[in-house]
């Protein structure tokens, strides 16, 4: 249902409230450059520091921006069910085209705690649902057979997978079948989890090069495999850069480096660190972004 390369957004602020115009510029640049989808509120979004008034009204300006030109895949995960189920509404209410919705972190819920989260949220909201298996944020990996089980459920369809384990990838395709939708997590390993059966990626480093990310996904679907593998070592040094602190410090930095929008974070995460700093900058002029 969903594939290609879909931006992991960052949130943008200034003076501690949410950028209204550089949200639009970025939704903008990231259409003109041909992405195939975006979404908010997600871990590059900085989901977790937002309120839940800020949380509907990105997602909403990100919808309304966005026109109906490209998906939209509203983030709409939380620890708490009722506050995911909250925000699964709203996402509908407002005209996104899916959730991505975050295994419970901190609680650690058992397999049979996940299936209920899952069952809940879908039994009560119809639009499309992608589970988020992100286990070194959550503290929980949400195994293949787990998985199995959930995508049994109406309304699942799909997972971004971000555990980096290709064997994972793997099992989780072969249970599964390739009408369930599989998008990586880990923008290290797109070309590889293609190759298996996956449909794309989420991509936190999209945010400042959407075209070449988006175009190895098109080329290898194309069965163009040299061009795919020539542009995801060209991006591998950009997508370490975008990793050396914590997501999405880098990413907020780069493109503050690129004039697109202030680099503001906020706590518990700061800015990056000097020599973070120089490195995200050679590698952008490497690039030829600035």
Known sequence: MFSGCFVALVTPFSNGKVDKEGLKSLVEFHIKEGIDGIVPCGTTGESATLSMDEHKEVVELVIEYV?????????AGSNN?????????????????????????????????????????????????????IPSRTGI??????????????????????????????????????????????????????????????????????????????????????EARRLHYKLLPLCKAMFIETNPGPVKAALSMMGK????????????????REKIKKALIEYGLI
Not at 148 to 173: F, H, Y
Not at 261 to 271: A, G, N, Q
């Open 67 to 75: 026109g109906g030109r490209i998906p939209v895949i509203a983030g």
């Open 141 to 226: 990996n949400m195994s293949p057979e787990t998985i199995k089980k959930i995508s049994e459920i109406e309304n699942v369809v799909g997972v971004k997978e971000a555990s980096g384990d290709l064997k994972q990838v793997s099992e989780i395709i072969r249970l599964c079948g390739e009408d369930f939708t599989v998008l990586s997590g880990d923008d290290f390993i797109i070309l590889p989890l293609m190759a298996v059966g996956g449909k794309g990626v989420i991509s936190a480093t999209a945010n400042v090069a959407p075209r070449d990310m988006t175009n190895m996904i098109k080329e290898f679907n194309k069965g163009n495999i040299s």
């Open 81 to 133: 069910t009722l506050e995911a189920l909250e925000l699964t509404r709203f996402a509908k209410k407002a005209g996104a085209s899916a959730v991505l919705s975050i295994t419970p972190y901190y609680n650690k819920p058992t397999p049979s705690g996940l299936y209920e989260h899952y069952r809940t949220i879908s039994s009560e909201v119809d639009i499309p649902i992608i589970l988020y298996n």
């Open 261 to 276: 929008i202030s680099e503001e974070i906020r706590l518990p995460l700061v800015k990056v660190r000097e020599d973070t």
